[in-house]
């Protein structure tokens, strides 16, 4: 199943897995959330699951702060942060429904959740404590950092884009360029706009820069769709992860499969071997060298027999993910 340039990590978690995170700093620390009620840290250098801590319901996100510190929010509505080196657990704050997205704003040194209780809420680490609450127009699906600027994806495929040093006003109000729900959006490391996929086999390709001759450059396409005996099946694009030094991504889909994309010719670069079930969350670790893959069944099909949940690490080369010049 697994070829030598990847490996199944042992001790993974017991139920479906939320999110894989890598730490920013190292390329051999992983943070993995799951609705086993843990958050796991492991290092994949040496295949070793180094902790867990306990959530009391499941875990849909979780984020490093800095290289010994972890955050983390799910279904208990609770934001935890752990010191990863002292294993000691402390309860920040909640919101008022399940939290669904938790990230590090280096730039501005504020941790950011979002909620299904319709609001953004940001955090300052150093004390930590609970730094402004930000209403959504909807339950915040999804959230990306684009350097100080942070993109929010709500349900009614809304997108809000907004100034994490002046939260007193919304930037930009948009709508997804997607007619279905939004999955999952991720800035471009070169911060100049974002991905966006839906529950419909899409992806777009947006930039934040309102004027037209930029906005001239959006373009969004198909992807994750198998034909099956004459029937093209569409699967939801649950995952996107970019490419630290190319600026190239990755999505995972519903499909099972894993797909990197070349943004600025508009080409598929690669696609994995299909995965035993759904990609819940993929991570490129900080150097590019490493794709941390989930293939955890998503319930698509309501509660029947699936794979078992597994996160497989991939070593990546400048073939699979560097654009080819033309």
């Keep these: 199943m697994t070829g030598s340039n990847e490996y199944k990590l042992n001790q993974g978690p017991e139920d479906s897995i939320s999110a894989v995170k890598f730490s920013p700093s190292t390329t051999q620390f992983l943070l993995v959330s799951s609705w086993d009620c843990t958050v796991r840290l492991f290092d994949v250098g040496s ?10 319901a499941p875990v849909l996100d979780c984020a490093f702060y800095d290289p010994t510190h972890s955050w983390s929010g799910g279904l208990d509505a609770q934001l935890k942060t752990h010191d990863l080196n002292t294993d000691q657990d402390t309860i920040v704050g909640t919101h008022d429904a399940p939290i669904r997205c938790v990230e590090y704003c280096p730039e501005v040194n504020v941790m950011v959740t979002g909620s299904w209780d319709r609001s953004v809420r940001l955090w300052d680490p ?12 909807e339950k915040v699906y999804t959230l990306s950092v684009a350097g100080d600027r942070l993109i929010v994806g709500t349900a009614g495929r ?6 994490l040093r002046n939260m007193g006003y919304v930037q930009q109000r948009r709508e997804s360029s997607l007619k279905y729900q939004t999955r999952c959006i991720r800035a471009f490391p070169n911060k100049q706009g974002y991905v966006l996929s839906s529950i419909e086999g899409r992806v777009a390709v947006e930039y934040l820069d309102p004027s037209q001759e930029v906005q001239k450059k959006k373009y969004a396409f198909k992807c994750h769709r198998l034909k099956e005996d004459g029937i093209e099946h569409v699967y939801p694009v649950n995952a996107i992860s970019f490419h630290s030094v190319h600026n190239t991504f990755a999505t995972g889909g519903s499909d099972g499969f894993v797909n990197i994309w070349d943004p600025f010719n508009k080409k598929r670069l690669c696609q994995f071997h ?3 079930t759904s990609i819940a969350s993929l991570a490129f670790n900080n150097d590019g060298t490493m794709l941390a893959i989930a293939s955890s069944y998503m319930q698509e099909k309501g509660d029947i027999n699936h794979p078992e949940d597994a996160i497989f690490i991939r070593q990546v080369t400048d073939a699979e993910t560097k654009p080819k010049s033309t």
Excluded: E, I, S
């Design 47 to 56: 295949n070793t699951m180094r902790m867990k801590y306990q959530h009391t």
């Design 274 to 276: 299909r995965y035993p």
């Design 126 to 137: 150093r004390t930590p404590c609970n730094a402004g609450t930000f209403t959504q127009p």
């Design 158 to 163: 809304r997108v809000l884009v907004w100034d």
